[in-house]
């Protein structure tokens, strides 16, 4: 992950002295964590994958917002599609969960903004996320968030798609891929 404007590389202030005030002072000065030595190593990872999970989670909104409003449209004149924009008209308004299938490609997504565009909720946030993309471990906690102090190293609360969508749409491209845990 390189830095991008605006976007500054997360950072994890290590040391060896457990003083309260260098951690206040590397968290102002913009460290994403902080951890004092000796520290279980285990804990790093998990440090460290929250913050990738939450760049990646940003992005996702990032991306989600800058195109709620706009992207591809249902276009076309074709007996298919006609049919196909009738079910939009019918399903959009109803305020209902709708599953939209279909191959890889076919544009699930250009028919998921177009039932949010025409539904009461067009003017929510719609969040689009691959599925395939979040990491078995993080799903949980991706999707429906999490409060401080929940397992080790939650130390703030943290909102889940689920709830960043609100009133919206929150489109689970690649549902499919979702690993489902074996107990």
């Not at 998990?46 to 913050?51: A, D």
């Not at 990032?62 to 074709?78: P, Q, Y």
């Amino acid at each position: 992950m390189g830095a991008r404007r605006g976007h500054p590389l997360p950072v994890i202030m290590i040391s060896a002295l457990g003083d309260v005030r260098d951690a206040v002072t590397a968290l102002k000065s913009g460290a994403s964590d902080y951890l004092i030595k000796p520290f279980d190593p285990a804990e790093l990872v998990h440090k460290i994958r929250n913050l990738v999970s939450s760049r990646k989670r940003e992005d996702l909104i990032e991306a989600g917002a800058r195109t709620a409003g706009g992207g591809a449209r249902l276009v076309g004149e074709s007996q298919a599609l006609r049919s196909l924009k009738g079910l939009v008209d019918r399903v959009a308004p109803q305020g209902v969960t709708v599953l939209v299938t279909g191959e890889s490609g076919t544009g699930k997504e250009v028919v998921a903004r177009e039932i949010h565009a025409r539904s009461p909720r067009a003017e929510e946030p719609f969040i689009a996320v691959n599925i395939g993309g979040i990491h078995a471990e993080l799903m949980e906690s991706e999707l429906f968030g999490h409060e401080r102090g929940a397992f080790t190293g939650a130390e703030s609360r943290k909102l889940g798609l689920f709830e960043l969508a609100g009133a919206g749409t929150l489109f689970l491209d690649e549902i499919g891929e979702m690993p489902f845990p074996c107990r």
